[in-house]
């Protein structure tokens, strides 16, 4: 297996990493310099891609962060970034139904506000483009064109170098493709919440690629969470309400594992990445050894009787709860 992947004409490492995970207020407390540490544990380890967004922290927190950590060293890293859930002053919010761990997103998608999105994003990271821009969810009260339309703006100005769509449906990917290549297309997929196959399908008939956030199942898939603090975001996700019993649902896999001499996290990243060729999914972790595990995983190669092992075992789980994020729309 490649250790490079591409998406649309991006080319990437076959796994990135998710900056989400630390910022405070989504798995606890966690103060920046062990933050600025673990990105520059996944770049010194090849985790060259990093996933953040406006909205992760409070006022841009979790760019300033991974800009702290690249600079000085930012021609070695693909820097990913999302708009559009941070909303300006003069923004008018339109909510989004997505139930569970969220309930409810407030968006705006608006052409007028894109470009400012952009430059307060290229600020926070200290740099003057972004590799790859990212509407974070598509705004129900602007059609997707009108928001694509503005990206690619954005583009023709030299502030962005390749555009990306996140949480959409089939229908979105495929007009948003219409008004300007999609390099990639970001949903939660993982062994614990299956990826829409006409989602899958559309983004393999563009070549669009395909970017799983939560591809551990926010930590779950590693087998290692047995109790979360009381300030973790999580705890307002049903899966993570019935803790225990889908913890013993899924203890099969620790077996599967083992016999393979490798981690669970290991076998659920490599799991994903057979899947697809464009597949690259972008796990987030706070320690430095679980970050090197991850993104050693797309170095391992299953063979097709252990891919359809771990199908058989996946096929007889009974999950309780639903996952992060259910659209509504």
Do not use: C
Not at 18 to 32: C, F, H, K, N, R
Not at 257 to 277: C, E, M, V, Y
């Amino acid at each position: 297996m490649t250790n490079t992947r591409t998406l649309g004409e991006l080319e990437v490492p076959a796994i990135g990493f998710g900056a989400m995970v630390l910022s405070p207020g989504t798995y606890g407390e966690i103060d920046d310099d062990r933050g600025v540490a673990a990105i520059r544990t996944a770049i010194d380890a090849g985790g060259t891609f990093i996933d953040t967004s406006d909205a992760y922290g409070d006022d841009g927190h979790n760019e300033r962060l991974v800009g702290r950590a690249i600079r000085g060293r930012r021609d070695e890293v693909t820097v990913a970034t999302k708009f559009g859930l941070k909303l300006p002053d003069a923004a008018e919010p339109h909510p989004v139904k997505v139930g569970f761990a969220f309930e409810e997103l407030l968006v705006n998608a608006e052409p007028q506000y894109v470009k400012g999105y952009a430059e307060n994003s290229l600020r926070n990271l200290g740099t003057d483009v972004i590799d790859l821009y990212y509407l974070h969810f598509p705004d129900p009260q602007v059609p997707i064109e009108d928001s694509v339309g503005a990206m690619a703006k954005l583009v023709a100005e030299g502030k962005v170098r390749h555009l990306g769509v996140s949480n959409v449906t089939p229908e979105e990917l495929r007009r948003a493709y219409a008004v300007h290549p999609i390099a990639a297309v970001q949903t939660e997929w993982s062994m614990w919440r299956p990826v829409d196959p006409q989602l899958l399908e559309v983004a393999r008939e563009l070549g669009v690629g395909v970017v799983p956030w939560s591809p551990l199942g926010a930590g779950f898939l590693t087998g290692t969470v047995q109790r979360l603090a009381a300030d973790d975001f999580r705890n307002n996700a049903p899966r993570f309400k019935n803790l225990e019993a889908n913890n013993a649902s899924y203890a099969a896999l620790q077996a599967l594992a083992a016999d393979l001499g490798i981690t669970r996290s290991q076998l659920a990243l490599a799991w994903l990445l057979h899947q697809d060729p464009a597949v690259v999914p972008i796990p987030g972790s706070r320690t430095p050894a679980h970050i090197v595990e991850n993104l050693a995983a797309a170095e391992i190669t299953l063979h097709p009787d252990t891919l359809a092992r771990i199908d058989a075992v996946l096929a007889g789980i009974e999950t309780v709860g639903e996952t992060l994020l259910q659209d509504a729309r």
